[in-house]
């Protein structure tokens, strides 16, 4: 087999003849992002749905940072109120789940404009190190959970600093 046949277009007389669409990078590459655009987006030859359950999934943003002693974990969960949240650990594994519920009405006049939101919301993050379940403390303020995970003493000591060399 000759490297020639490997290349995705024909040499005629030393002409190079023009690609075809099925071997062309480009025209595979336009494909596939139209693929997955209409995978996300669905059919938007209708008026746009700003309220569209597809557009509206609620997802907590998480930070994370560990020290040597303790796991603190702070979720932005604007909307959800305290009885509606629960923070379960099982298994090295952290799991907040909500349901937020957004509700607005207004009235001018004779008219009144009501607009309802609501979406459940599940998040798991896996803990690298062991934590003491029984002393896991979590607040809620304004919107900002706040969980702190004491490590257990064995996770505490598995911690090894490795020299580095040059």
């Known amino acids: 087999m000759a490297i020639k046949d490997l290349v995705p277009w024909k040499r005629t007389n030393g002409d190079l003849a023009v690609r075809r669409p099925e071997m062309?990078?480009?025209?595979q590459l336009h494909r596939e992002i139209d693929r997955?655009?209409?995978?996300?987006?669905g059919d938007w030859t209708g008026p746009m749905n700003l309220f569209d359950p597809r557009l509206s999934n609620f997802m907590p943003e998480i930070d994370m940072t560990e020290t040597a002693k303790e796991i603190r974990v702070t979720a932005e969960l604007p909307g959800v109120?305290?009885?509606?949240l629960e923070v379960s650990l099982m298994n090295g594994a952290?799991?907040?789940?909500g349901e937020k519920r957004d509700e607005h009405e207004e009235e001018k006049g004779d008219a009144c404009y009501c607009e309802r939101q609501y979406g459940a919301f599940e998040r798991t993050v896996l803990l690298l190190a062991e934590v003491g379940a029984d002393k896991v403390k979590a607040s809620f303020k304004k919107g900002v959970l706040k969980i702190v995970l004491p490590k257990t003493r064995e996770a505490q000591s598995n911690r090894r600093v490795v020299p580095v060399q040059s």
Not at 24 to 27: E, G
């Open 24 to 27: 062309d990078p480009f025209s």
């Open 36 to 41: 997955v655009s209409n995978n996300l987006l």
């Open 81 to 84: 109120e305290e009885k509606d």
């Open 94 to 97: 952290l799991t907040i789940k």
